[in-house]
């Protein structure tokens, strides 16, 4: 295993659709590797989920770990229903210091398969639900800033065209290595920049 490094804004990866994980990789040594290097990048920078595209990845992948549910799924299909809310705040790993409140759906899904092949299904609300939905949004090269409507969409491009990023990667990078050589890290969550929660 290794820590990978995170992909950030404008990195063209991140607005790539992916591809779908081919089924003579399930199983195999390589995508288990990728799979556990993709957790421990998350956990280094204490992140709720990361997707595939978000460490160079171009494939259907993403891994999550909030409160206590831990997977991974690849090729997953989104199902959402129920009430659109624009709550909590979301914050992303690879767009570093912004943190703004898309609508989502309150309920989602994910079906796909595991590692080996084997079918699983993830199933929350509220906050899993919303990680659920900002995951699966990178796989089809959505960044969450672009759910944003209204004000707030305004306001969003006009941080993202003014920022930056390289100054804010930087940055963000010299915080990430200070958490991964001190063995935990506080991460910039959804809501706040001092809870667990980017994706």
Same mark, same amino acid.
């Given at each position: 295993?290794?820590?990978?490094?995170?992909?950030?804004?404008?990195?063209?990866?991140?607005?790539?659709?992916?591809?779908?994980?081919?089924?003579?990789?399930?199983?195999? !040594?390589?995508? #288990?590797?990728?799979?556990?290097?993709?957790?421990?990048?998350?956990?280094?920078?204490?992140? *709720?989920?990361?997707?595939?595209?978000?460490?160079?990845?171009?494939?259907?992948? =993403?891994?999550?770990?909030?409160?206590?549910?831990? $997977?991974?799924?690849?090729?997953?299909?989104? %199902?959402?229903?129920?009430?659109?809310?624009?709550?909590?705040? @979301?914050?992303?790993?690879?767009?570093? %210091?912004? &943190? &703004? /409140?898309?609508?989502?759906?309150? &309920?989602? #899904?994910?079906?796909?398969?595991?590692?080996?092949?084997? /079918?699983?299904? &993830? %199933? $929350?609300?509220?906050? =899993?639900?919303?990680?659920?939905?900002? %995951?699966?949004?990178?796989?089809?090269?959505?960044? =969450? *800033?672009?759910?944003?409507?209204?004000?707030?969409?305004?306001? !969003?491009?006009? !941080?993202?065209?003014? #920022?930056?990023?390289?100054?804010?990667?930087?940055?963000?990078?010299? @915080?990430?290595?200070?958490?991964?050589?001190?063995?935990?890290?506080?991460?910039?969550?959804? $809501?706040?920049?001092?809870?667990?929660?980017?994706?």
């Amino acid at each position: 295993m290794s820590v990978l490094s995170i992909r950030t804004v404008p990195d063209p990866v991140l607005r790539s659709q992916t591809s779908p994980v081919p089924a003579s990789r399930f199983g195999t !040594a390589g995508l #288990k590797r990728l799979i556990d290097s993709m957790h421990e990048t998350m956990d280094a920078v204490s992140g *709720v989920g990361l997707a595939g595209p978000q460490v160079g990845i171009g494939q259907a992948i =993403f891994v999550f770990h909030l409160d206590d549910r831990r $997977g991974h799924v690849l090729n997953p299909v989104l %199902e959402t229903w129920g009430e659109i809310t624009d709550e909590p705040r @979301e914050g992303c790993l690879s767009v570093p %210091e912004l &943190y &703004y /409140t898309p609508p989502r759906a309150q &309920y989602a #899904k994910v079906s796909g398969v595991d590692v080996d092949g084997n /079918t699983v299904d &993830y %199933e $929350g609300e509220g906050l =899993f639900a919303r990680m659920l939905q900002h %995951e699966a949004d990178h796989l089809d090269g959505y960044l =969450f *800033v672009d759910r944003l409507i209204g004000d707030e969409f305004r306001q !969003a491009r006009r !941080a993202m065209a003014s #920022k930056d990023f390289t100054e804010a990667t930087t940055r963000v990078n010299a @915080e990430r290595s200070a958490e991964i050589s001190s063995t935990f890290g506080t991460g910039a969550a959804f $809501g706040s920049p001092t809870t667990r929660g980017r994706s």
